[in-house]
């Protein structure tokens, strides 16, 4: 008996064969972000002793400070995406709203954030002994970034993306 292939069932028989299944080593602006977020954050090991002259293995696990990793994994991921589909691509748009509200909060809303921690903090420390709220846990005062650090973030997030498309 003779079996009868439809369009659906050709074009996903072609696909498979002359595509590899897509997988995780093969997504460029998912390898792209990641690779981005993890040096930005090692960097913040360096920019730390260079401006403090201390090393700080927390840098590596926390939020604030040089380079952004937030700027560079979102701007890696745009970029990646722009790269590989276009930028007339609906992934690239969304991908770079993402990158603009995820920048944009970085200088904005965390940064005063973190400010007004920092001065809450120094109140705190200023209050008497015997008061109820002089022994509580300081605030975490580094939130958010200045405006070169998340540039500085979305430059690395750009080589990042434009290294992995040249690799590949």
Known sequence: MDEVMTAADA???YRSATSPPASLPSNIPLL???????LAQFLKLFTTWFKEKRWDARR???SGGMPSSHSA?????????GLQEGTGAPAFAVALVLACVVMYD????RLHAG???ELLNQIVCELPPEHPVSNVR???DSLGHTPLQVVAGAVLGCIIAFLMRSSN
């Open 11 to 13: 074009s996903s028989r």
């Open 32 to 38: 792209s972000a990641f690779l981005a977020f993890s």
């Open 60 to 62: 590596m696990l926390g």
């Open 73 to 81: 994994t979102v701007t890696a991921l745009a970029t990646a995406i």
């Open 106 to 109: 970085a200088t904005g809303v």
């Open 115 to 117: 400010r007004q921690a």
């Open 138 to 140: 300081p605030l975490r």
